[in-house]
């Protein structure tokens, strides 16, 4: 494929840095670096969840590995760097992507989102109302 850093491995790195930064003893300011860490993570497990299903995993398979039902699956994958060129309109990975990039990883013409280019990012919660 390509000699991009590892997007797994930099998420991993970038959450253990994260973790290192966290004051058990202050909650207030542990919570945002503990966030921070979890984001990591999932991104990583989304990038190994991409690279397995391109590896030859089923969508099912992948999913089951990571903890996931089949369905939360397709709309991860399209958040990879992996696999973003693949999902549908619907904003997801389907079965039919992951072959199209099996294929094309097969014939040489995988191209994984560069380094700097962002997939969407996962929907969040957002209060209706601005807290005090």
């Known amino acids: 494929m390509s000699t991009a ?13 994260a973790l290192e930064g966290v004051d058990l003893g202050d909650p207030a300011t542990a919570l945002p670096r503990l ?13 190994a ?4 299903v391109v590896e030859g995993e089923t969508l099912r398979g992948a999913g089951a590995l990571a903890g996931l039902s089949e369905n939360a ?15 549908s309109e619907e904003g ?5 992507g992951v ?3 099996r294929y094309d990883v097969e014939q040489g013409r995988h191209q994984p989102l560069p380094p700097g280019a962002v997939p ?11 807290t005090t």
């Open 49 to 52: 969840m991409a690279a397995a």
């Open 35 to 47: 966030r921070e860490a979890q984001e990591l993570l999932t991104a990583a497990i989304d990038e």
């Open 5 to 17: 850093p590892d997007p797994t491995g930099t998420a991993v790195q970038r959450a253990r840095e």
């Open 73 to 87: 699956v397709g709309p991860r994958l399209a958040r990879t760097r992996t696999l973003a060129a693949y999902q």
């Open 99 to 101: 072959e199209r990039a």
């Open 120 to 130: 969407p990012a996962p929907m969040r919660f957002r209060p209706r109302r601005p």
């Open 92 to 96: 997801r990975v389907t079965a039919a």
